[in-house]
């Protein structure tokens, strides 16, 4: 079946621009994730998505980033007034609940560059 | 989550079968070992996991230990496609923790 997919695939913007980026989960995974990899860097968890529960958002670095997801679909990760350091690959995965395997399937990302 | 050690590179010919280890010593009893990988400029990808048992799938075996403080990932027959980063997670039994990983094990498969 179709996995997670991302868009834009890359996005180039100026410093001070909003962007939107998008992920569609696996069809049926009740759980979703968004992270950021720096280059070179490891996994930074942004935030998670369970169901109908509240987000974790714990992982935001600023008032700047906020994230939405409409039932248990579509995930949209905004990040306002952007500024250098948020350059970056943006990771969504998706995973089923608890009860099943809890492995994290990934999107191929979003490979964000502000200017 | 259990804290995990690898070697930061491992090198394997085509063909082979790369056996990449994984210490995790300080594992607790509900915690899963999971592999994942992240091939150059894609997103990490899911391999296997396990609590106690080996494991076997499509893409890779998993050999537990009985003491479950270390654990083996086996690519029976590499390829250069399998060239990436790989890393050993420990997670606990709810498999919905958000996902931190280590500095991995770079392996490169060699014609």
């Known amino acids: 079946g179709a996995g997670v997919s991302q868009s834009p695939s890359n996005k180039v913007t100026e410093k001070g621009k909003d962007v939107e980026l998008r992920c569609d989960p696996i069809?049926?995974?009740?759980?979703l994730y968004w992270y950021r990899q720096r280059l070179g860097q490891g996994l930074e968890f942004l935030i998670y998505?369970?169901?109908?529960?509240?987000?974790?958002k714990s992982g935001l670095p600023s008032d700047r980033f906020s994230a939405e997801r409409t039932g248990e679909s579509v995930s949209t990760l905004t990040i306002q007034r952007t500024q250098q350091e948020d350059s970056a690959v943006y990771l969504c995965?998706?995973?089923?609940?608890?009860?099943?395997?809890?492995?994290?399937?990934f999107g191929p990302g979003t490979r964000l560059l502000v200017l | 989550d259990a804290k995990t050690t690898q070697p930061p590179s491992m090198d394997c010919a085509e063909g082979r079968a790369a056996n990449l280890p994984c210490n995790h010593s300080?594992?607790?009893?509900?915690?899963?070992v999971y592999w994942y990988r992240q091939i150059h400029s894609q997103g990490p990808q899911y391999i296997i996991h396990?609590?106690?048992n080996n494991e076997t799938n499509e893409m890779a075996s998993l050999i537990i230990t009985e003491d479950r403080k270390s654990s083996t990932l086996i690519l029976p027959h590499a390829t250069l496609r399998d060239t990436a980063v790989y890393y050993c997670?420990?997670?606990?039994?709810?498999?919905?923790?958000?996902?931190?990983f280590g500095r991995g094990t770079q392996l490169t498969v060699w014609p």
């Open positions: 300080t594992i607790s009893g509900n915690e899963y």
């Open positions: 998505f369970q169901g109908n529960s509240a987000p974790d």
């Open positions: 997670i420990g997670l606990r039994g709810s498999t919905l923790g958000r996902l931190y």
């Open positions: 069809s049926g995974h009740t759980a």
């Open positions: 995965a998706s995973s089923f609940s608890s009860g099943g395997s809890g492995a994290q399937y």
């Open positions: 396990g609590l106690k």
